[in-house]
């Protein structure tokens, strides 16, 4: 009976059923376990009726949790039911489980329909709001993520999820130089608050002022102790095509792409990226500017201090091609050495047009060393050094007077070229294809791939030339001319040209002599030019020989004389012998002209 004066009063007391935290109906149809007192459901009974205050934290035992709800028992008649997004937390988890203590804000508390409506999220968004205030008015910093871009900045969460709260964070107030938002979304840091307004719920905070603070007192104690000379670590900042920004410590000293290294370096980001953490020396310090001089490659000594020592010339060192231009390769001996292979030092016999016809870029080669200016840090290389000379082979191979056999690879004005080795051509002079015929160009006798002989004349190594002759191959018609043109000797030949100053004339093919004017004839004779033609028959006499200078003096004057004194000498003697007359006067006379005329 009293049991049923119980359920009466509690039907009377919520006509239409309480309401649980989902709003569902809590039953009042509950059995009473045999035995129990009656002052204990009494007190059930007053607790179920207790009293809430909206805006106000209660606390709960959390029941069960399930994927699309979480029971917690505040002690009211009926267990409150919450959905579980209000329980995600920062990774996608759920962030309570069954037995955990936790406080809800109650939004909502009808004592007529027992309604009762609690959260758990907004009951941490609330204390983070409250923590919020209190930061901004004490000007100290939250923590807090951006979590995504917008139009002007990023959005900067406050807090923890589920309880945390939407603050702006403008791109000026993101750090103290560019940045790019994308790289910094998701990273957690603590901000200023700037502007805080609750009823608004705007939030505007900043990243930069906290930066500047820490950069201002960083950069007063790196001058305090900057000194050049110094090695010191620093972060990379930026990096550019001249070289990379280095943060020493709230000052950025400047690293140029010279000083990061001994070497060849192709661009600042082969050596360092942003965020690298590197030791650098301190080239040169301005405190009043505050600019800083860094070198990476001054941590090492100057590979070129010794390199005289290391390189000698001659020696044959290994290197790889760093550069290939059109007058010829640099080599990489080691870091910070390279040296030169000149296009004319590639290749004893091939005519080259650009170096990369031998050697290319990442090429691995064998070179010698032909000189060291460390005054100048060069060093000269050869490439065709590495093997033997050619030249000094075909020197040995063929001596001065070997008669060797070729085939006419090239003809020009001035001579023929003939394959002698691969690469090397002999050359026959204009001059030395006859002794005899006058040639005016070599195509009059030979043509290309003509096979003919010649006799080698010179191989001259250093200027590598080797010269050869063909009319060598036959006696030179000189050596005899004193033998068969002896001075005193008449000569009859073909006058081949007239000058003002005397007549050529052909004794034999290749042997010419010259009649000067005045030996022309007894009188004095202005010109031969008129009196004389060419191919007219002329007779002479040898007066002077000069046949390594090939020339052979000629006179006609010479002959009339000759004459003249045989006939005086042959009539004197035939008036001798009848005593003395007017002819042997006269003969007398004439012969002491002749005397005086030859003194």
Known sequence: MEMEKVETQQQTAAPNGAADAGGEQASSQEPVEDGQDMGELLDMFEESFKSFQVGEYVEGVVVSVDKDHVMVDVGYKSEAQLPIREFIGEDGEVVVSQGDTINL???????????????????????????????????????????????????????????????????????????????????????????????????????????????????????????????????????????????????????????????????????????????????????????????IKQLTED???????????????????????????????????????HISEMSWTKKIKHPSQVVNVGDVVDVVVLGVDLEARRISLGLKQVQPNPWEVVKEKYPEGTVIEGTVKNITDFGLFIGIE?????????????????????????????????????????KQRFSLGVKQLIPDPWDSVPERYPVGSTVTGKITNVTDFGVFVELEDGVEGLIHVSELGPGKIKTPVGQYEVGQEIEAKVINLAPLERRIGLSVKKISEDEEQLYFKEYSSSGKQGGTTLGSLLQEELLQKVKAKEE
């Open 422 to 462: 691969e690469g090397i051509d002999g050359l026959v002079h204009i001059s030395d294809l006859s002794w005899n015929k006058r040639i005016k160009h070599p195509n009059e006798l030979y043509k290309k791939g003509d096979t003919l002989q010649a006799v080698v004349l010179n191989v001259d190594v250093e």
């Open 303 to 341: 590979p070129w201090l010794r390199a005289d020592e290391k390189y000698r010339v001659g020696e044959k060192v290994s290197g790889k091609v760093v550069s290939v231009t059109g007058y010829g390769a640099f080599v990489e001996l080691e870091e910070g050495v390279e040296g030169l292979i």
């Open 105 to 295: 804000l109650v939004e909502r508390f009808d004592v007529e329909d027992g309604e009762l409506r609690l959260s758990y999220a907004r009951g941490l968004r609330q204390k983070t709001w409250e923590e919020i205030q209190e930061a901004f008015e004490q000007e100290k910093p939250v923590k807090g993520t951006i979590v995504a871009k917008v139009k002007g900045g990023a959005t900067f969460l406050v807090g923890k999820r589920p309880g945390a709260v939407k603050a702006f964070l403008p791109f000026s107030q993101i750090d103290v130089r560019p940045v790019n938002i994308d790289n910094v979304i998701g990273q957690e840091m603590e901000c200023l608050i700037l502007k805080c307004n609750r009823k608004r719920e705007n939030i505007v905070v900043s990243r930069r002022v906290i930066l500047e603070k820490e950069l201002e007192q960083r950069r007063a104690e790196t001058l305090a102790s900057l000194e050049e000379g110094q090695v010191r670590e620093g972060v990379v900042k930026n990096v550019t095509d001249y070289g990379a920004f280095v943060d020493l410590g709230g000052i950025d000293g400047l690293l140029h792409v010279t000083d990061m290294s001994w070497g060849r370096v192709d661009h600042p980001s082969k050596v360092c990226s942003v965020g690298d953490t590197i030791k650098v020396k301190v080239l040169s310090f301005d405190p009043e500017k505050g600019k800083v001089s860094l070198g």
